[in-house]
């Protein structure tokens, strides 16, 4: 019986970025990708699998995350989108929880801060959220509100002198259960506004319970949130947090997030099978010299070629200024769209080897069911884009 000769890592195009969109980045960056890399490979591969059998966050982790300054690179560190994009699509490619940690401390709670507190807030928040001295959480989803959450949103804020009183219920909040902090999304009895407020977590009247049996993002900590007659002082109410329409403002970018994290999820598909199909010997020779494989692994490369070719432009735009609302939609519809079909591909190349985490293909077709919902469901975003082109709208 033959055996492959071919060393997989010394194949061109061993990175998946088919089309070299790596060159768009200054020097700087693809140098700083690198070592982003080298972290990810060292830290976070060789524990990712455990962790999400045993339903775990690695907290050990995040000192070491924290020593990497990875937090806020656009705004803070002044790196473009394109960067910020392919940095997230590398922790995606590398764990999609630990991805998903990131982007809910970093993308939607930071995010809000860095949107909608006022100069003063951020000052005194945060240097301790970029130093993960305090790991935030994002309360926007409840148990009975999801693609309507806009427009019915159940937890109420109710101001009385110089605090606030919220009451109600969030549900699959990301981090929750270990966070500091979360941003509490609330409707004011008053005007009938969704306003945003920093709620500190051992504070009186909150509890966060972990939601068990998920088959995907197992290692991410969501939560279900109760709110009873929890007091939040005025100077933690987000001070240009004070609609949805502001609200949107942080879904619009991280919005962006979760489609890059869709590119990493292909990136990853790739880089399982293409190997398993290169090493692997059936009938005498290996598994990638069957011409069925080879459209199945083309397949794969296409889909997330074509995603990242939308994600670059994208991150273009929004470096321009100009990227819209329904540019992210369609991005997030159509990116995670082709990552579904990748990773089905993928687990089919493994075959019965793809539906244990042993060979990681199943940690990584369960996961992506997580990304094609969370940030707006497909259908959803597909409705904004097509508002958009027919100026009218399907969404009651």
């Known amino acids: 019986m033959s055996k492959s000769a071919v060393d997989v890592n010394n194949l061109p195009y061993a990175d998946g970025d088919f089309y070299s969109f790596e060159q768009l980045l200054t020097d700087g960056e693809r140098e700083r990708l690198q070592q982003i890399r080298d972290f990810l490979a060292k830290e976070v591969k060789p524990i990712a699998v455990d962790y999400w059998n045993r339903a775990e966050f690695p907290m050990d982790l995040i000192p070491k995350l924290a020593e990497l300054d990875v937090m806020s690179p656009v705004r803070r560190q002044g790196y473009s989108n394109l960067f910020a994009g392919l940095v997230h699509a590398e922790f995606t490619r590398a764990d999609t929880s630990i991805a998903t940690f990131m982007g809910v401390h970093d993308g939607l709670f930071t995010g809000s801060i860095e949107a909608l507190a006022s100069e003063e807030q951020k000052a005194e928040w945060l240097p301790d959220i970029y130093s993960l001295k305090k790991i935030g959480a994002f309360g926007l989803t409840e148990p009975l509100g999801g693609s309507d959450v806009a427009g019915g949103t159940r937890t109420t804020a109710r101001k009385e002198g110089g605090k606030w009183i919220l009451n109600g219920a969030k549900r699959w909040i990301g981090n929750a ?192 069911e997580a990304i094609y919902s969370y940030e707006g469901t497909y259908e959803i975003n597909s409705l904004v884009t097509a508002r958009a082109i027919t100026g009218i709208s399907a969404i009651v």
């Open 177 to 368: 259960t270990f966070s500091d902090w979360v941003v509490i999304y609330a409707r004011d009895e008053a005007d009938n506004q969704v306003k945003a407020f920093l709620v500190d977590t051992a504070s009186e009247g909150y509890t966060a319970t972990k939601i068990e049996n998920k088959i995907a993002l197992r290692s991410v900590q969501n939560a279900d949130i109760t709110l009873e007659n929890v007091v939040v002082p005025e100077e933690f109410k987000l001070a240009h947090g004070n609609s949805f329409r502001d609200t949107n403002k942080v879904l619009k970018v991280t919005r962006l997030a979760v489609a890059w994290q869709a590119v990493g999820q292909q990136l990853a598909t790739f880089d399982v099978a293409r190997r398993y199909a290169v090493e692997r010997i059936q009938f005498g020779r290996p598994l990638a010299s069957f011409q069925l494989v080879q459209d199945q692994l083309v397949q794969i490369l296409g889909n997330t070629v074509a995603s990242m070719s939308m994600m670059v432009r994208l991150s273009q735009l929004e470096d321009l200024g100009q990227a819209k609302d329904e540019q992210s939609a369609l991005a997030k519809a159509y990116t995670t769209a082709r990552m579904r079909e990748s990773v089905a591909l993928g687990r089919s190349i493994l075959g019965g080897n793809g539906i244990v985490t042993d060979y990681e293909m199943a940690k990584i077709f369960s996961d992506a």
